[in-house]
């Protein structure tokens, strides 16, 4: 017997449209496995209406980016009163924003290194911080338009400035962490493991190291100290609630180990919508935890609400 009627929302039109149909394709499969009746709809701009006319019991939210994860679709569903999965307005919406995401978490009690928001055209020629320095997009996710600007480098690079940059004009420049890269995710109101990511042939964890097969390794548990391990659990859902995350999340940290064990966390941002594709970090988390993926998906469909 069918569990309910579950909308899976995928593709969308961010430019993490990709991923968000290969995260939504493996939901809903998965959900179909475990007895849910699934309609799969690839988001454009009439999503309202059709899901005013389907009616489902429940939303399942894959988008990603933009539209997807930044309050927009979740206040249509609020509208709509269809109980969705993941983050609700607010929350998402911050979380969206880096800039504003890092100050709350700061208030809250979690580490983040300095950063500034600047227009990308007033960077001009000159270092807007001393290198090593990222510049990233505020309001994008899966590594799309992250540089790093390494020590020795005479100033800032020119994409930053040019007509090939498509992923707005306000930018964040932040501090460059040296380290290891980390990930925890959140359930509810536990704190799965933590994974150390390694990527394999990229300088960082970018987006073919994100996504491609063989493009990152992931080292289950962390190879780090006991006390570390259970600071980056303790700082995760401490981001969690303070942004006012809502079922699942993922939070990333840089951990600089060369000089102490001790060493340096620092909190770079939260994803309420983690990646459900393949090669994705939140669903091996939650297998270690013994969740089996439909297992999952379903606590997450039974977790979904209105007014999130």
Same mark, same amino acid.
């Given at each position: 017997?069918?569990?309910?009627?579950?909308?899976?929302?995928?593709?969308?039109?961010?430019?993490?449209?990709?991923?968000?149909?290969?995260?939504?394709?493996?939901?809903?499969?998965?959900?179909?496995?475990?007895?849910?009746?699934? @309609?799969?709809?690839?988001?454009?701009?009439?999503?309202?209406?059709?899901?005013?006319?389907?009616?489902?019991?429940?939303? %399942?939210?894959?988008?990603?980016?933009?539209?997807?994860?930044?309050?927009?679709?979740?206040?249509?569903?609020?509208?709509?009163?269809?109980?969705?999965?993941?983050?609700?307005?607010?929350?998402?919406?911050? *979380?969206? &924003? /880096?800039?504003?995401?890092? /100050?709350? *978490?700061?208030?809250?009690?979690?580490?983040?290194?300095?950063?500034?928001?600047?227009?990308?055209?007033?960077?001009?020629?000159?270092?807007?911080?001393?290198?090593?320095?990222?510049? /990233?997009?505020?309001?994008?996710?899966?590594?799309?338009?992250?540089?790093?600007?390494?020590?020795?480098?005479?100033?800032?690079?020119?994409?930053?400035?040019?007509?090939? #940059?498509?992923?707005?004009?306000?930018?964040?420049?932040?501090?460059?962490?040296?380290?290891?890269?980390? @990930?925890?995710?959140?359930?509810?109101?536990?704190?799965?493991?933590?994974?150390?990511?390694?990527?394999?042939?990229?300088? %960082?964890?970018? !987006? &073919?190291? /994100?996504?491609?097969?063989?493009?990152?390794?992931?080292?289950?548990?962390?190879?780090?100290?006991?006390?570390?391990?259970?600071?980056?659990?303790?700082?995760?859902?401490?981001?969690?609630?303070?942004?006012?995350?809502?079922?699942?999340?993922?939070?990333?940290?840089?951990? &600089?180990?060369? !000089?102490?064990?001790?060493?340096?966390?620092? #909190?770079?941002?939260?994803?309420?919508?983690?990646?459900?594709?393949?090669?994705?970090?939140?669903?091996?988390?939650?297998?270690?935890?013994?969740? &089996? %993926?439909?297992?999952?998906?379903? #606590?997450?469909?039974?977790?979904?609400?209105?007014?999130?």
């Amino acid at each position: 017997m069918s569990k309910g009627h579950v909308a899976v929302l995928m593709g969308g039109f961010s430019s993490e449209r990709p991923v968000s149909l290969s995260s939504g394709a493996a939901c809903a499969d998965a959900l179909e496995g475990v007895g849910y009746r699934v @309609t799969r709809i690839d988001v454009d701009r009439n999503v309202a209406s059709v899901l005013h006319e389907l009616k489902p019991d429940v939303v %399942f939210n894959a988008l990603h980016g933009p539209f997807g994860e930044d309050g927009t679709i979740q206040g249509i569903l609020e509208y709509l009163q269809i109980p969705y999965t993941h983050s609700g307005v607010l929350a998402s919406a911050l *979380a969206m &924003d /880096k800039d504003q995401a890092k /100050k709350v *978490a700061k208030a809250g009690g979690v580490p983040v290194a300095e950063s500034r928001v600047m227009d990308r055209h007033d960077i001009g020629s000159n270092h807007p911080m001393k290198p090593p320095y990222v510049v /990233k997009p505020v309001n994008e996710g899966s590594s799309f338009g992250v540089v790093i600007v390494r020590e020795g480098q005479t100033h800032p690079p020119q994409v930053i400035g040019s007509s090939e #940059w498509k992923y707005g004009d306000r930018i964040m420049v932040e501090r460059f962490i040296e380290g290891r890269e980390l @990930t925890c995710a959140v359930m509810g109101d536990v704190a799965l493991g933590v994974i150390e990511i390694i990527p394999q042939g990229h300088t %960082f964890y970018d !987006f &073919d190291s /994100k996504y491609v097969p063989g493009g990152s390794k992931h080292e289950y548990p962390a190879k780090i100290s006991p006390n570390i391990y259970q600071k980056i659990q303790t700082l995760a859902l401490k981001a969690h609630r303070a942004i006012g995350c809502r079922g699942v999340s993922r939070s990333d940290f840089r951990y &600089d180990d060369r !000089f102490s064990e001790e060493g340096e966390v620092i #909190w770079l941002e939260v994803n309420t919508q983690p990646g459900m594709t393949p090669t994705s970090l939140v669903p091996e988390l939650a297998q270690h935890a013994g969740h &089996d %993926f439909g297992e999952f998906l379903a #606590w997450m469909v039974e977790d979904a609400s209105c007014l999130r």
